[in-house]
Nanobody
Framework: QVKLVESGGGLVQPGGSLRLSCVAS????????MGWYRQAPGKERELVAD???????TYADSAKGRFTISRDNAKNTVYLQMNSLKPEDTAVYLC??????????WGQGTQVTVSS
């Protein structure tokens, strides 16, 4: 089993920044991709960004230029730096770790609220 522990969510004003962290523990040796998804009330869960063990990144169009995903393999940690936050970024952000075609792990989620 893999445990994902998230931190960094909170309430910020439009234009502000947050840095989300996700630490993976347990049977982490075969994990390839780690990333962040978000889900707002009434909307489908969507990929925000992910990163492979080799450092290849993928971003949602809404995140490009504002968000940066990074990974510290030595610490088994993935980060999401979120800048220039907008009210439409408000959602529960969930950490994800994948062993493709075998396992798919999720964190409990951390709330990000962007409001004046």
């Amino acid at each position: 089993q893999v445990k994902l522990v998230e931190s960094g969510g909170g309430l910020v004003q439009p234009g502000g920044s947050l840095r989300l962290s996700c630490v993976a523990s347990g049977s982490i040796f075969y994990i390839n991709r780690m990333g962040w998804y978000r889900q707002a009330p009434g909307k489908e869960r969507e990929l925000v960004a992910d990163i492979t063990a080799g450092g290849t990144t993928t971003y949602a169009d809404s995140a490009k230029g504002r968000f940066t995903i990074s990974r510290d393999n030595a610490k088994n940690t993935v980060y999401l730096q979120m800048n220039s936050l907008k009210p439409e970024d408000t959602a529960v952000y969930l950490c994800n770790a994948k062993v493709p075609n075998i396992y798919n792990y999720w964190g409990q989620g951390t709330q990000v609220t962007v409001s004046s």
